[in-house]
Every structure is written in C-alpha cells, then in structure tokens.
C-alpha cells in the first residue's frame, strides 16, 4: 500500500508570512496534483506535476516536484486570510496507469492565515 | 459550480438503513470515482468506474455498491448503514481514465447515521 505522508498537519501563521508544506512517499509517482478544499466544499485541483525537478508558479503559490518523483512541496508566499484551508496533495504511482486511476490522498495540511 | 452533481447534499438516517448517493459527472468527463472523507482517515478511495464498467476498487465494504449508467450518471448505494459510516461522500469525475488530468469534485454528500 502506497501511503502519501504530508507535514505539517497544521499550520497557523499570520498575515504576510511566508509557508511551505510538504509532501512524501516512499514510492515514484507517475504524476503529483496539489488540492485545496474549503469547509463543506469538495477537494479543487490547483496544479498536477508529472515531470522530476518540475516547479509551477500559480500566483503566490509554488509547487516543486522533487528529481526522484517521490516529494513535492508547495510553497505560499505572503499568505493572506484568503488561502485558509486544507491543502492536499494526491498521488498516482508508476504501474497504475493502465490498472485504474486512482489518486491516493495524503491527510493534508490545515492552514489558517490570520488577519 | 464545478460541473461535478451531487445529490443530496445531507442525508440523516438510523443504522440498519440503505440510502443512495447520486453523481452526475462533468459533461464529456467519462470517468467517475467515488471517496469517503472522515475526519480520521481523510479522503479514502472508494471505487472508480470508467465509461459504465468498474475499472478500479479500494477499500469498499462489501455492504457497499455502486454502478455507472448509460448516461454516465453514478450510484453509490450504503446498506446496513452503521454509525461509522458516517462521513462525506464525494463523487469526482475526470476527462479519460488516467491521472494526469486531475479530478474535478462534487460538492459531497454528508451522511449522517444515528
């Protein structure tokens, strides 16, 4: 069983502060997507990473797919009240592609940004 | 709006019952997943159907069921319902049945067994 192990659990930071989350396996992934999910909202897809030592910019979001395709990070630059969620990575592994898609989810990180 | 329909959106009902999720998936999406979000275990795959056959299956009870119609819409069906199935149940739906594409998710639907 591949497991996704995601640090912190939480976070709580203020306004303008800089953050970085993190995410682990064990195994190589075929390919990485970042979520954020919103109290009573479902899981909305902010990025998907396939290629090793990739980095996407999404505004003041960073996300870093490690060489060796087992870690990514995601990196928020002067976090505003606005970025208040759960932020979950979720991962396909190499061999599923043509077994079933499915993504597996790490638990995710709860960041709260105060004003 | 994501595209993604769930219905409905909150479903109380006491053990020993059976109830049934609905998705409708994003047009042109043909692949539809169905996970289990509690606040222990976050977001656990359930099963996935792709274009009306089952393609993949995770860690489903066997008192649980699904099916995908011809019309791509999907069902997910709980029975003998026990208090630990409480949880929110969420349908997301993808362009082909691969994992680059990401998945685009339903509202959920929050079931609640007393």
């Known amino acids: 069983t591949q497991l996704l192990e995601q640090s912190p659990q939480f976070l709580s930071i203020q306004e303008g502060e800089n953050l970085t989350v993190y995410c682990n396996s064990s195994?190589?992934?075929?390919?990485l997507q970042w979520y954020r999910q919103e109290p009573g909202e479902g899981p909305v897809l902010l990025v998907t990473v396939v290629t090793g030592g990739e980095v996407k910019k999404l505004k003041r979001l960073t996300f870093q797919f490690g060489d060796a395709r087992k870690d990514s990070s995601l990196h928020i630059t002067a976090a505003q009240p606005g970025d208040t969620g759960l932020y979950l990575c979720?991962?396909?592994?190499?061999?599923?592609?043509?077994?079933?898609?499915?993504?597996?989810f790490g638990e995710g990180t709860q960041l709260t940004v105060n004003p | 709006d994501s595209g993604v329909t769930q219905t409905p959106k909150h479903l109380i009902t006491a053990t020993g019952q059976r109830v049934t999720l609905r998705c409708s998936p994003r047009?042109?999406?043909?692949?539809v997943y169905w996970y289990q979000q509690s606040l222990d275990q976050g977001l656990q795959f359930l099963i996935q159907?792709?274009?009306?056959?089952?393609?993949a299956k995770g860690n489903i009870l066997e008192r649980f069921s699904a099916q995908q119609f011809p019309d791509l819409h999907s069902e997910l069906n709980l029975s003998s319902l026990e208090l630990g199935d409480s949880a929110l149940y969420f349908c997301?739906?993808?362009?082909?049945?691969?994992?680059?594409?990401?998945?685009?998710f339903g509202s959920g639907t929050r079931l609640t067994v007393v």
């Open positions: 047009s042109g999406d043909l692949s």
């Open positions: 159907y792709y274009n009306g056959e089952e393609r």
């Open positions: 195994s190589v992934f075929s390919s």
């Open positions: 997301a739906s993808s362009v082909v049945g691969t994992n680059y594409y990401g998945y685009t």
């Open positions: 979720a991962g396909a592994w190499t061999g599923q592609e043509t077994s079933g898609s499915r993504l597996t």
